[in-house]
C-alpha cells in the first residue's frame, strides 16, 4: 500500500464485505458476552464505540505473560515501546507517536480514570509504563489516536486505561505462584471482603523476582542485567453511602529495585573513512578504545547476551504509590455527577553506564546525588464531570473540567562522568578521579500546571444515523529551575576545580558543601505556556445492530517541555496532530461460528513534531595546553560544554496506515484471535540543516536529527498477531484445558536515526539503528478447575525458538564511536498455579 488511495480503496471493500448480511444478522441482539469498555468515559460495548481499540481479558494477560505495561507492546497493533534504556524507564509509542528523552509522554496511562503521577528527571520516565500494575485487572484497553477531548493529559498518540477489578459483595479470593527459569519466583493474592450490604473492601499483592538475561562477564557490579525484582500492593474500598452515591478509593504502591541494563557492543567506527561519524570530535577521545574491547570481547567467545560491565553501583530503584477517589452521585435517572480525585508521588534513582562500553576512559555513567535520586515529584489531579442523556437517550452528553498540579518533592540531582574513569559512585561525589574527563552536576526542579475544560455530546439523527461533537481547551504551563556544575581539572595547578557550567571560567575549589550551596545554586530558570483547542467530529452508521461504521477527524495536541542541560535548546514548542478516520465494527453469530472483526483506517498529519537532535560540541583548534586538538577547526570558537541530545521542533510528518482487530469462534472448541496493523510513517517536510544550531559551539554539520523522507522512530510498516486457542472435549468435571499458541511477527523498525549516515558512509558493517523484523512464538498450556476442584495449572513459553533481536540501540556512535544493542528477552517458560477460595 503504497499510498493514501491504496488504503482508502481497501478500507471501503472491508467495509461493503462487513455490511453483507452474511456477517451481521439485522435481528441479533446484543449477547451478554459483549466486551464492555470505558472508552468515552462510561460504559459501552466495544463494538459500539467508534473507535480503534485493542481489549485484553485476564485470561489475555496471563496467557502471554504479560506482568509490566511495557510488556502489551509485544502483542498489541500500532503499540510499539521505546526501551532505550531498559525495560524500567520503558515509554510507549501508538501508530508512530513516540516519547523521546523528558518531553511530555505521547500516550499517556490511566488506573482507574486517574492519569500515572508524573516522572520528570533526565532520561525518558515511563510515566505509567512500570511495573505493579498489571494484577487483578478486569481488563486494559489501548486507545489508538488522540483522545484529548474527554481525558485529562493531552496526547497524540492514544491512552492505554488499566481497568482494576472492583469490590464485589463476594466473600472470594486467590493465591498464585509462578516458577520459571532464570530463576524466576512470583507470588499474588487477592482477597474481598463484604463488610456488609453497603460496604465491599479488597485487596491484592504481587510480589515477583527473576535474574537477569543479559550476564555480566567483566566481574564487576552485578552478574546479570535486565532482571526483575518488585513488590506491589492495592487495596479498594467501596461504600455505598446511598443507593445513588457511591464512593469509591483505591491505594496502590509499588517498589521496583533491579540492576538496571546494559548494552551489547555492536561495532565501532574502524577509523578507516576520514570524517565519517563516530571519527571526528568528541568521539576521537574513545573510539580506538572501543575498538579493543569490542576485539577482546570478540576473542574472549562472548555470547549473544554477554556483556563487559565497569560501573560497580549499577542499578535502578523506582518507587510509586496513589490515591484514588472517585465519587459518582446518581442525581436522575438522566443525570450522573462524578468526580475524581487522585494524589501520587513517584521517585527514582539510577545508576548505569549509558551506553555498555568497557574502556579507561568511559563515555557517560550516570549516577544519582548522595542527598537523592533523579526524579522525585508529587501529582496532584481533580476532575468533575457530568454525564447526562435524554429520557429517550437521543441526545447523551457529557461536560467536565480538569486540573493537574505536579511539583518536585526535593532537590533533584544526578551526577554524571563523562570519559572519565570514575565508576565508582562514591569516587563521583568525593571527586577522587584523575585529571581525565569531567564530572557534570546537573540540578532539576520541574514545575507543572494544567487546566482543561470539556463537552462532548453524541445525537442521534435517526435510529440508525448519529453524530458526536467534543470541543476541548488546555491550558499547560512548565517551569523548571535547574543549574549544571561542572568539575573538571585544573590542566595548569592540579587540584580539582568547579564552575557553574553556563559560566565562562571556573571558580573556587570543589567541596559537596559548595557544590550543593555554593555560588552556581539553582541559577537558572525557563517557563514554557501553551494554550490549544483540541476538538472531535465523529459520524456514526448503524446499518444494524450488530454493524458500525464511522468516520472521525479529531485535533490532538501535546504541550512544549524543558530541558536545561540541553544548552540553548532549553525549551520546545507544542506539537499538533490531525487525524482523519474511517472505521468499521461488526459482530456476527451462526450456529457454530461468531465473532468480531473491527477495522480502522486513519490518516495523521502531523505538525512541529518533538523530535531528539543530536549536535556534537565542536573542538577548539588547541586544547588548554596549547596543543592542537585533533578534529579541531578554527570556527570553533566557544565550544560548548558537552555535545546536546536535546529536543527540537523539526518538520511536518505524515503517518497513514490500516487496524484490524477480529474474533472467530468455532464450535465449542476452536477460537482465533487477530491483529494487524499497516504502518507507513515519515517525515513530510523537514530541511537539510537544523533550525537552530550555534556554529561556534557545536559541530552542527554532523548533528543527527529527522529529515525529509526518513521514517519516524518505533513504527514497524507491519506487525500481526495470531492467536489460536483449542479447548479440548474433556467431561465437564475434569476442568477446562486449552492449548494456544500466540503468533507475533513486527516488521524491522528503527530506534533511533544516530547511524544512518555512517552506514551510508561505508564506516559500520550494519546500521544497529534498525531493529531486525521478529518472529515470536508463544505457547500456553491452561488447566482450570483440574478434576472439579478450585486448582488451575499453566505451563507457559515465551519466545519458543529462542530468537535472538534487539529492541533499540543507545545512540553513542557520534559520541564515542562505537554502538550498543539493547537486546530483547530470549526464551522464557515457567508454570502456574492457582487456587480461588470463598463463594
Not at 493514501?4 to 471493500?13: C, I, P, Q
Not at 570553533?636 to 477480529?662: F, Y
Request: charged share 15%.
Amino acid at each position: 500500500m503504497k499510498n493514501w488511495k491504496d488504503v482508502s480503496l481497501t478500507m471501503t471493500a472491508i467495509v461493503m464485505v462487513m455490511t453483507t448480511p452474511a456477517l451481521a444478522q439485522e435481528a441479533a441482539e446484543a449477547s451478554t458476552g459483549d466486551i464492555i469498555v470505558t472508552a468515552r468515559r462510561m460504559d459501552e460495548r466495544l463494538q459500539d464505540v467508534p473507535i480503534s481499540i485493542t481489549v485484553y481479558n485476564p485470561e489475555q494477560l496471563a496467557a502471554r505473560n504479560i506482568v509490566n505495561s511495557t510488556d502489551l507492546a509485544a502483542y498489541t497493533p500500532s503499540l510499539t515501546v521505546n526501551g532505550r534504556y531498559g525495560p524500567d524507564k520503558s515509554s510507549f509509542a501508538i501508530r508512530g507517536f513516540s516519547q523521546d528523552l523528558n518531553t511530555a509522554p505521547s500516550v499517556a496511562v490511566y488506573f482507574a480514570e486517574a492519569v500515572a503521577p508524573r516522572l520528570s528527571s533526565n532520561i525518558t520516565s515511563g510515566n505509567g509504563a512500570g511495573v505493579g500494575q498489571m494484577m487483578d485487572l478486569q481488563n486494559v484497553q489501548v486507545l489508538k489516536g488522540p483522545q484529548g477531548t474527554l481525558f485529562g493529559r493531552n496526547t497524540t498518540g492514544g491512552a492505554i486505561l488499566l481497568v482494576p477489578n472492583k469490590p464485589t459483595d463476594r466473600l472470594e479470593g486467590s493465591v498464585e505462584g509462578t516458577v520459571g527459569n532464570y530463576d524466576q519466583w512470583r507470588l499474588q493474592g487477592v482477597v474481598n471482603v463484604p463488610l456488609n450490604d453497603s460496604i465491599r473492601f479488597r485487596v491484592a499483592a504481587d510480589r515477583n523476582t527473576r535474574n537477569g538475561y543479559i550476564k555480566n562477564r567483566s566481574g564487576i557490579g552485578p552478574e546479570g542485567f535486565n532482571d526483575v525484582n518488585y513488590w506491589a500492593v492495592r487495596a479498594s474500598l467501596v461504600i455505598d453511602v446511598t443507593p445513588d452515591l457511591e464512593n469509591y478509593t483505591i491505594f496502590t504502591y509499588a517498589r521496583s529495585n533491579t540492576n538496571g541494563y546494559m548494552g551489547k557492543y555492536a561495532y565501532c567506527n574502524r577509523g578507516t573513512i576520514a570524517g565519517s561519524d563516530g571519527n571526528t570530535g568528541t568521539a576521537l577521545a574513545s573510539r580506538a578504545a572501543n575498538c579493543t574491547e569490542l576485539d577482546r570481547q570478540t576473542a574472549a567467545g562472548y555470547g549473544f547476551y554477554d556483556v563487559a560491565n565497569n560501573n560497580r553501583n549499577s542499578f535502578v530503584d523506582s518507587e510509586t504509590w496513589q490515591v484514588i477517589n472517585t465519587t459518582t452521585w446518581k442525581a436522575t435517572d438522566t443525570l450522573t455527577v462524578k468526580n475524581i480525585f487522585s494524589y501520587g508521588k513517584a521517585k527514582e534513582a539510577y545508576s548505569f553506564n549509558l551506553s555498555g562500553d568497557n574502556i579507561p576512559r568511559t563515555f557517560v555513567i550516570v549516577n544519582p546525588g548522595p542527598d537523592g535520586g533523579q526524579g522525585d515529584q508529587w501529582t496532584l489531579t481533580e476532575e468533575l464531570q457530568l454525564q447526562g442523556r435524554t429520557a429517550d437517550d437521543r441526545l447523551v452528553w457529557q461536560v467536565g473540567g480538569y486540573l493537574e498540579h505536579s511539583e518536585p518533592n526535593k532537590l533533584q540531582t544526578q551526577y554524571t562522568a563523562i570519559l572519565s574513569d570514575c565508576v565508582n559512585q562514591a569516587d563521583v561525589w568525593a571527586f577522587t578521579c584523575n585529571a581525565s574527563g569531567n564530572i557534570s552536576i546537573a540540578h532539576n526542579m520541574y514545575y507543572y500546571k494544567n487546566y482543561g475544560l470539556y463537552a462532548q455530546a453524541t445525537f442521534k439523527l435517526t435510529d440508525q444515523f448519529a453524530i458526536t461533537g467534543g470541543i476541548r481547551n488546555t491550558w499547560d504551563r512548565q517551569h523548571e529551575d535547574a543549574d549544571n556544575i561542572a568539575v573538571v581539572a585544573n590542566p595548569v595547578t592540579g587540584p580539582v576545580s568547579y564552575r557553574c557550567a553556563r559560566a565562562a571560567q571556573p571558580a573556587g575549589g570543589a567541596t559537596a558543601d559548595v557544590l550543593t550551596n555554593g555560588a552556581c545554586g539553582i541559577g537558572r530558570s525557563f517557563t514554557t505556556s501553551s494554550s490549544k483547542p483540541t476538538w472531535l467530529i465523529n459520524l456514526d452508521f448503524k446499518p444494524n445492530p450488530d454493524t458500525l461504521i464511522y468516520a472521525k477527524y479529531a485535533r490532538g495536541y501535546r504541550g512544549g517541555s524543558i530541558n536545561e542541560a540541553n544548552l540553548q535548546f532549553e525549551t520546545w514548542q507544542p506539537e499538533y496532530v490531525d487525524n482523519f478516520e474511517l472505521g468499521a465494527k461488526a459482530s456476527f453469530r451462526g450456529a457454530s461460528v461468531r465473532g468480531n472483526l473491527n477495522v480502522a483506517a486513519f490518516l495523521n498529519k502531523f505538525k512541529d513534531q518533538q523530535v531528539s537532535v543530536f549536535i556534537p560540541q565542536c573542538l577548539a583548534p588547541t586544547n588548554a595546553q596549547g596543543q592542537p586538538n585533533a578534529g579541531g577547526r578554527d570556527t570553533c570558537t566557544a565550544p560548548a560544554p558537552t555535545g546536546i541530545n536535546g529536543i527540537q521542533n523539526v518538520g511536518r510528518s505524515e503517518i497513514k496506515g490500516i487496524e484490524v482487530d477480529g474474533s472467530l469462534m468455532v464450535g465449542d472448541n476452536w477460537r482465533f484471535d487477530l491483529g494487524y496493523a499497516y504502518l507507513d510513517a515519515r517525515v513530510t517536510n523537514g530541511g537539510s540543516t537544523l533550525p537552530n544550531c550555534n556554529n561556534a559551539a557545536f559541530n552542527c554539520g554532523q548533528a543527527v536529527f529527522l529529515t525529509k523522507g526518513t521514517i519516524l522512530p518505533f513504527a514497524p510498516k507491519n506487525r500481526v498477531t495470531l492467536t489460536a486457542t483449542y479447548t479440548l472435549p474433556v467431561p465437564e468435571e475434569a476442568g477446562k484445558v486449552s492449548l494456544s499458541a500466540i503468533f507475533t511477527h513486527t516488521d524491522r523498525q528503527f530506534s533511533n536515526h544516530g547511524n544512518d549516515r555512517a552506514y551510508a558512509q561505508g564506516a559500520i558493517p550494519f546500521n544497529a539503528s534498525i531493529a531486525p523484523a521478529t518472529n515470536l512464538l508463544n505457547l500456553n498450556l491452561n488447566w482450570n478447575g483440574v478434576a472439579g476442584s478450585p486448582f488451575d495449572l499453566a505451563l507457559f513459553m515465551s519466545n519458543v525458538t529462542g530468537e535472538k533481536y534487539w529492541v533499540a540501540s543507545s545512540n553513542g556512535l557520534s559520541s564515542s564511536g562505537a554502538e550498543w544493542l539493547i537486546l530483547g528477552a530470549p526464551r522464557m517458560y515457567g508454570l502456574r498455579a492457582k487456587v480461588r477460595f470463598g463463594s
